[in-house]
């Protein structure tokens, strides 16, 4: 294993033996991603690595987790962020031609942004393992393009019964009054780590915090978020086929992504010699 580079560029690597080797960003037959995870890096800092890593690690099932060595695994990728600059790497388990795989890519991070615009999701929930983080990454990552095309940025996808459940990239919540809500826990949807962090410093303040099942158009006049590890907290500023305006409390926003900030901690320190 070798330090990572003074100019580091964006690059894919497989994790073979007891080494991640770089490889060409292509397949020659098809791949499927049974588990995935990613974080934010800003200057060699992240927030949340234990728990990125917790959800990943326990992602995959036990028979595929006896046949790697996963923990060398991510060792080996955390070793591999750069300590400058901003990142959005990337952790894959895949299967390709009837073996696992583990992929790690550096990925340089796109710009961040403090605000964004909903679409309610109205066709089939293109979902197949609602729970697990991977499987659906690129049937999501569809959804929100398709978002795009529309002129919103992310889509939210809503049960059967119109609830909601979460973004195609997101996990969502809102405000009533001083109650922090979220989209009932029965709802099945990816564990966010972020809405998780959000909640656990609510509940440190004393905040209190609501399951709800609710209609997107049922929060008219609300403060809308919007969480994920790469943007953090945004607002949501408009929501098509949701409600017809929503709300910003003045300061609320710049403190809690002040609050995420804080807890940003130093990458583990890289140990040249080892290995």
């Given at each position: 294993?070798?330090?990572?580079?003074?100019?580091?560029?964006?690059?894919?690597?497989?994790?073979?033996?007891?080494?991640?080797?770089?490889?060409?960003?292509?397949?020659?037959?098809?791949?499927?991603?049974?588990?995935?995870?990613?974080?934010?890096?800003?200057?060699?800092?992240?927030?949340?690595?234990?728990?990125?890593?917790?959800?990943?690690?326990?992602?995959?099932?036990?028979?595929?987790?006896?046949?790697?060595?996963?923990?060398?695994?991510?060792?080996?990728?955390?070793?591999?962020?750069?300590?400058?600059g901003?990142?959005?790497?990337?952790?894959?388990?895949?299967?390709?031609?009837?073996?696992?795989?583990?992929?790690?890519?550096?990925?340089?991070?796109?710009?961040?942004?403090?605000?964004?615009?909903?679409?309610?999701?109205?066709?089939?929930?293109?979902?197949?393992?609602?729970?697990?983080?991977?499987?659906?990454?690129?049937?999501?990552?569809?959804?929100?393009t398709?978002?795009?095309?529309?002129?919103?940025?992310?889509a939210?996808?809503?049960?059967?019964?119109?609830?909601?459940?979460?973004?195609?990239?997101?996990?969502?919540?809102?405000?009533?009054?001083?109650?922090?809500?979220?989209?009932?826990?029965?709802?099945?949807?990816?564990?966010g780590?972020?809405?998780?962090?959000?909640?656990?410093?609510?509940?440190?303040?004393?905040?209190?915090?609501?399951?709800?099942?609710?209609?997107?158009?049922?929060?008219?006049?609300?403060?809308?978020w919007?969480?994920?590890?790469?943007?953090?907290?945004?607002?949501?500023?408009?929501?098509?086929?949701?409600?017809?305006?929503?709300?910003?409390?003045?300061?609320?926003?710049?403190?809690?992504?002040?609050?995420?900030d804080?807890?940003?901690?130093?990458?583990?320190?890289?140990?040249?010699?080892?290995?």
């Open positions: 294993m070798s330090a990572p580079s003074s100019a580091p560029v964006a690059t894919t690597s497989l994790w073979q033996g007891d080494a991640l080797v770089a490889r060409e960003d292509c397949d020659v037959a098809p791949a499927v991603i049974e588990a995935a995870d990613s974080w934010l890096v800003e200057d060699g800092t992240v927030r949340g690595l234990e728990l990125h890593r917790s959800r990943f690690m326990t992602s995959i099932p036990r028979s595929r987790a006896r046949e790697l060595d996963l923990d060398a695994f991510w060792d080996a990728a955390i070793a591999e962020l750069p300590r400058t901003s990142w959005f790497p990337r952790v894959e388990l895949r299967e390709q031609l009837g073996a696992p795989q583990l992929l790690f890519r550096l990925r340089e991070a796109p710009a961040l942004q403090r605000s964004l615009i909903l679409t309610t999701h109205t066709g089939r929930d293109p979902r197949t393992a609602p729970t697990v983080k991977g499987p659906d990454l690129a049937a999501m990552i569809r959804l929100r398709l978002a795009q095309t529309h002129g919103a940025d992310e939210v996808i809503v049960s059967p019964e119109g609830w909601i459940v979460e973004g195609s990239t997101t996990s969502i919540c809102w405000w009533r009054g001083s109650t922090l809500c979220i989209p009932d826990r029965t709802l099945p949807r990816v564990d780590v972020t809405l998780r962090t959000v909640l656990a410093l609510a509940t440190a303040l004393g905040i209190e915090i609501s399951e709800e099942r609710t209609m997107p158009d049922e929060l008219d006049e609300l403060e809308v919007a969480l994920n590890a790469l943007h953090g907290i945004r607002i949501v500023t408009a929501w098509q086929g949701g409600p017809a305006s929503t709300a910003e409390e003045p300061g609320r926003l710049s403190r809690w992504r002040l609050r995420l804080a807890l940003r901690r130093p990458l583990p320190a890289f140990d040249e010699d080892a290995g």
